[in-house]
C-alpha cells in the first residue's frame, strides 16, 4: 500500500517539483493550491500525512490546519508545516494545532522533506 500524502501548496512549480519527487517515492499524491481546496481534498482523500504551507490565498494553512483539527476525521492527521516562514513569525495559534514538524523550505531540498515524510510515516513512529 502506498502511503497517501496531500501537498497544500499555492507556487505551482514547487508544488509540482514535491508532487513530482512523491510520486517518484512511491507515494500517492494529490495537490491543492489554496487552504481551502485543501480542506476539501483532505476530507475526500484522506492522506497519511499533509504538507502544509502557511501563507496562501482563500484561506491560510493556519486557518486550514484550525479547520482541520476540529473535524474528527482531522484531528490526529499527520501535519508537516513547510513554509518560508520563520517559526518567531508563525501565526500564535499555530502552536496550539499538533503539527508533527515545521520545516522552513529555504532550508530544505525536496529529497530532504521526502526523507522526514519518510520517518514521520514509518511504523511504530510517534
Do not use: C
Not at 487552504?35 to 502557511?54: K, N, T
Not at 486550514?64 to 476540529?70: D, F, G, Q, S, V
Amino acid at each position: 500500500m502506498a502511503y497517501k500524502i496531500l501537498i497544500v501548496e499555492d507556487d505551482t512549480a514547487l508544488a509540482d517539483i514535491y508532487e513530482f519527487k512523491f510520486k517518484h517515492e512511491g507515494f500517492e499524491v494529490r495537490v491543492a493550491h489554496n487552504g481551502e481546496q485543501g480542506l476539501v481534498y483532505a476530507e475526500e482523500f484522506i492522506p497519511h500525512l499533509v504538507l502544509l504551507d502557511l501563507r496562501m490565498p482563500v484561506m491560510n494553512g493556519d486557518e486550514m490546519l484550525e479547520k482541520l483539527r476540529a473535524e474528527d476525521w482531522g484531528s490526529a492527521m499527520r501535519v508537516i508545516v513547510l513554509t518560508n516562514i520563520s517559526r518567531d513569525e508563525a501565526p500564535p495559534t499555530l502552536r496550539f494545532l499538533a503539527v508533527d514538524r515545521y520545516l522552513v523550505k529555504a532550508h530544505h531540498t525536496p529529497g530532504q522533506i521526502v526523507e522526514t515524510v519518510h520517518e514521520i510515516l514509518a511504523p511504530g513512529s510517534v
